[in-house]
């Protein structure tokens, strides 16, 4: 059975950095893509970006400028930072198995993190 | 980008009666590689997202028989065909096909 654990800081001041980090449990961890999904607050989901084993990335265009995304084979892990953070960054942030190659969708998510952002 | 529209977004139903969902692209959803990557997910109040469905129509291992999805090109449905109290939350519609997006997501209640 594979579990997604993830962490990070939930309260940031405008143009600070949000950082997560998301820690695989089970299953070939090189053998996947991994990505970060967010939900706004009442809002829908919006695909942020994914990697791979090799550390080949892709994001969404709206926040290319100001993501990245990386990942530690060692430890099962992969992990997200965006910078330069505003009110519009608030939301619970997922990070997620995928996008798999037979369905191209995410067949694993984390528990979730809420990430504020605040004056 | 390819937007996902979905209705309605909210949905009272009596416990016990089917329920469906409509989802369209804004274009078709079919691949290069010749299949249709659409997916549905369920979001139940406080946990995190659940893949019911891939491609269209393929359901989840555990998930109830009593969801089901349909549809082609740009036009797609996930039905319940008789409604529990286990099913009330929010449900997402995503392609898979041109990067990912998904739908306004639409909110089933227990009328």
């Known amino acids: 059975q594979v579990q997604l654990q993830q962490w990070g800081a939930g309260l940031l001041k405008p143009s600070e950095t949000l950082s997560l980090t998301c820690a695989v449990y089970?299953?070939?961890?090189?053998?996947?893509?991994w990505s970060w999904i967010r939900q706004p607050p009442g809002k829908g989901l919006e695909w942020i970006g994914e990697?791979?084993?090799?550390?080949?990335?892709a994001y969404t265009s709206p926040l290319k400028s100001r993501v990245t995304i990386s990942i530690d084979t060692s430890k099962s892990q992969f992990s997200l930072e965006l910078t330069s953070v505003t009110a519009a960054d608030t939301g619970v942030y997922y990070c997620?198995?995928?996008?798999?190659?037979?369905?191209?969708?995410?067949?694993?998510w984390g528990q979730g993190a809420l990430v504020t952002v605040s004056s | 980008d390819v937007v996902m529209t979905q209705s309605p977004l909210s949905l009272p139903v009596t416990l016990g009666q089917p329920a469906s969902i409509s989802c369209r692209s804004s274009?078709?959803?079919?691949?290069?590689?010749?299949?249709?990557?659409l997916s549905w997910f369920q979001q139940r109040p406080g946990q995190s997202p659940r893949r019911l469905i891939y491609?269209?129509?393929n359901r989840d291992s555990g998930v109830p028989d009593r969801f089901s999805g349909s549809g082609s090109g740009s036009d797609f449905t996930l039905k319940i065909s008789r409604v529990e109290a286990e099913d009330v939350g929010l449900y997402y519609c995503?392609?898979?096909?041109?990067?990912?997006?998904f739908g306004q997501g639409t909110k089933l209640e227990i009328k």
């Open positions: 491609k269209v129509s």
């Open positions: 997620t198995r995928g996008p798999n190659p037979g369905t191209h969708d995410f067949d694993y």
């Open positions: 274009q078709s959803l079919v691949h290069s590689d010749g299949n249709t990557y």
């Open positions: 089970g299953g070939s961890f090189s053998d996947y893509y």
């Open positions: 995503m392609q898979g096909t041109h990067w990912y997006t």
């Open positions: 990697i791979n084993h090799s550390g080949n990335t």
